[in-house]
């Protein structure tokens, strides 16, 4: 009779955790829900509970008293203006990037040969990754009163066009760089990416099968791009503008690099907590995004939009 | 034919800024973003390393980058293999969880960390840079490396088991070499998602300054443009290189590397 060797301490431990895979399930995820869970969630949490104090405007200190104060000065016509100003903002950069991004999916996915749609792809998830910054830096050299833009203009003779443009009220200004046409087409160019990506990915899921099926029944390529391929890749349009919405909503850079002296939400709270020191303020602010995009996200995944993500 | 043409269209427009700042690196125009530039040197290059600010940002960052993406390594690894074949109560929640640094705004998540920081009297410090930027980066590790065992055979583990090795031999000679390449490309898009990263580090950072820190500031208060453009060309060069190598690391499944940015 052989007897066999005392297992290793390794062993054992390995051997009680196949045992109990509800102890292995529990010591792979505590290290990760802790660091969300406390940290993150905590933050959130912390956030959440200081937009009901409010500042006391004689001492300028945080009163810690459970109140709707703060809320109520949300409702002020200045601050109404900063967030309408960044609704239309995200609302317009939202519907410029769709339409810019749908020609540049659908050429990826129907027409494009395997290795133009890998290059293709990889042309367009570059800008997405490389250097938020400084592709902002990148467009205040473009649009700058001495850069490239006036100096095509001038080349093109057209130089009487951009003043034109520029002396538009409201979205013209002194440059492109100090007007909310620049604004503008910087959110534009920053976030076009996160839309042209989940075009691709609903387009992908059109199946052939179908397009030639509405072609057989006789229907001309328009009438199949209208009521066949458009309402499926639809879901797909709706999960980039979630990314082109919200992220517009949130910037504070952009604005603030690019762009009038009129504050957008994101400049809003990063001068009400630093400047200002009105972190329940600043707190309730937030608040009005995180309230925005939760019930653009319940309308979108009644859109099937997360099945594009 | 209208449609490539929409496509270049867009494909220059999305191009064509990163081509510029390249081109404005060599300028020999020192004050202005006068266009076309002048004449073309590279002695920029030299003067913008020769700055101690630039350095000390540039070290900051690097370190800051290397910490967090070995953090978001080992905690995306533990909750994708958590995730990967158990079925539990709240495991939507958890997916949800970890997408939401990234899905809210980064104001948020930032002002949230910085109040929390005062709340508990911490003071900034590298490692509070540090929480902050593995806090986001967790996702992406966590999207490659579940991307990856989605399409590996169960049966390899357990063969594994059935020839007599523990969980942790199995993990070191089995999993460990099959998520490999995808657990490095996670790695990388962290890497450079660290490196790039502004918004929560103004919330984090205190005193210190990152290279993105840096750049923020030359662009609201700018002192020498040169400088800022060779550094500019530098964060594009230091976020490309891993993002391509994520890329090829990651090419059959070419989802992986773009998703949950």
Known sequence: ?309 | MPLRIATIGGLLFLHVPLFIIILYAFSAEERSFVFPPPGFTTRWFAVALEREDVRRALLLSLQVAVVATAAAMVLGTLAAAAVWRTRFFGREAISLLLILPIALPGIITGIALRSALNLMDIPFSFWTIVIGHATFCIVVVYNNVLARLRRSAPALIEASMDLGANGFQTFRYIVLPHIATALLAGGMLAFALSFDEVIVTTFTAGQQSTLPIWMLSELIRPRQRPVTNVVAVFVIAVTLIPILAAFYLTRDTHEAAGGGR
Not at chain 1, 16 to 31: N, S, V
Not at chain 1, 48 to 66: K, M, P, R
Not at chain 1, 110 to 137: H, I, Q
Not at chain 1, 247 to 256: K, S, W
Request: hydrophobic letters at 60%; zero cysteines.
């Open chain 1, 1 to 309: 009779m052989t007897t066999l060797a005392a297992p290793s301490p390794l062993q054992r431990i390995s051997t009680a955790l196949y045992l109990r895979p509800r102890i292995l399930l529990f010591l792979l995820l505590a290290p990760p829900l802790i660091w969300l869970g406390v940290i993150y969630l905590g933050s959130l949490f912390a956030l959440l509970l200081q937009s009901f104090f409010y500042i006391d405007e004689f001492a300028g200190t945080i009163v810690h008293d459970f109140s709707l104060r703060t809320y109520g000065e949300l409702f002020t016509r200045a601050n109404f203006d900063i967030f309408l100003r960044t609704a239309v903002m995200a609302a317009v950069v939202t519907v410029a990037a769709a339409i810019v991004a749908f020609p540049i999916a659908y050429y990826m996915v129907r027409y494009a040969s395997l290795k133009t749609k890998a290059l293709l792809y990889l042309a367009v998830m570059l800008p997405l990754w490389s250097s938020y910054l400084v592709r902002v830096y990148a467009w205040k050299l473009i649009l700058a009163k001495e850069g490239i833009v006036t100096w095509i203009a001038e080349q093109t003779h057209l130089a009487w066009l951009l003043d034109s443009i520029l002396a538009i009220p409201v979205i013209g200004g002194p440059s492109l760089s100090i007007s909310y046409i620049g604004t503008f087409l910087v959110f534009l160019y920053i976030w076009l990416p996160f839309m042209i990506l989940p075009i691709v990915a609903a387009l992908e899921r059109v199946p052939a099968s179908l397009v030639e099926a509405s072609a057989d029944l006789g229907a001309h390529p328009g009438a199949t791009f209208r009521r066949v391929i458009l309402p499926l890749a639809l879901p797909g349009v709706v999960a980039g503008s979630i990314f082109t919405f919200s992220l517009t909503l949130g910037d504070y850079i952009i604005p603030g690099i690019i762009g009038n002296s009129r504050p957008f939400i994101g400049q809003a709270v990063y001068q009400l907590q630093g400047t200002a020191g009105n972190i329940p303020l600043a707190a309730a602010f937030t608040v009005v995004p995180i309230a925005v995009m939760s019930v653009y996200l319940m309308i979108a995944k009644r859109a099937g939009a997360f099945d594009a993500l």
